[in-house]
């Protein structure tokens, strides 16, 4: 079945330590995001990719990297730089075009102790 | 700027009851709607959109919504809620370059 692979579903670490969350889709997708999801405040977008090692910068991008060496893999980095890491991500990805309908994946929820 | 105002945090309905959530967005051109839903601890799924035409859209669970563009609306509706609805709910707009810009949301709880 085509879809959104997040891993993994938890993850927990120690402060001061960059951390890799893994994204994968098998839906043919040109285009993939992640957006960080905090009680109250919805979902903030953080970087976006709208094809192969291509990326840009969304509303939240500082303590956060992302690399887009390959089309179905979109993997972000939460560095030791982002203040406040401990939250819920999410993994997007849509077709390329006028209509950005939005495919997910199930989550990661990071947190730092 | 796009943006997307949600102004119920949370709503509470009986079950059987009816439902509508608001969404007002603000955007220069026609705008593409989308309204996810979201259980706890999951990613979100698309319940439904607007893209053109018919300003009252059906989406899946028995969801509809309609688009208002003099008011900039785009709610949410069902006619007949379930326990199994209970959900944070999201309005999002289409941006430039196919970013979404979502709304904070709203949780719902539905009393038996």
């Known amino acids: 079945d085509g879809g959104i692979t997040q891993s993994p579903k938890y993850l927990f670490r120690k402060e001061g330590q960059n951390v890799t969350l893994s994204c994968e889709q098998n839906?043919?997708?040109?285009?993939m995001y992640w957006y960080r999801q905090d009680p109250g405040q919805g979902l903030r977008l953080i970087y976006y990719?709208?094809?192969?090692?291509?990326?840009q910068k969304g509303d939240i991008a500082e303590g956060y990297s992302v690399s887009r060496e390959k089309k179905e893999s979109f993997p972000l980095t939460v560095t030791s730089a982002q203040k406040n890491p401990t939250a819920f991500y999410l993994c997007?990805?849509?077709?390329?075009?006028?209509?950005?309908?939005?495919?997910f994946g199930q989550g990661t929820r990071l947190t730092v102790v | 700027a796009q943006s997307v105002t949600q102004p119920d945090i949370h709503i509470t309905v009986s079950e059987g009851a009816s439902l509508e959530l608001r969404c007002n967005y603000s955007y220069g051109a026609t705008p593409y709607l989308f309204w996810y839903v979201q259980s706890p601890g999951q990613g979100l799924q698309l319940l439904l959109k607007y893209f053109s035409g018919d300003t009252l859209v059906q989406g899946i669970k028995g969801f509809e919504a309609e688009f208002k563009r003099s008011q900039s609306s785009f709610n949410l509706r069902k006619p007949s809620v379930h326990w199994s609805d209970a959900a944070e709910y999201f309005c999002a707009v289409g941006a430039n370059g196919n970013k979404l810009v979502f709304g904070a949301g709203t949780i719902l709880r539905v009393k038996s």
């Open positions: 839906l043919n997708h040109d285009a």
């Open positions: 990719s709208q094809i192969v090692n291509d990326f």
């Open positions: 997007a990805s849509s077709r390329q075009g006028a209509v950005p309908e939005a495919f």
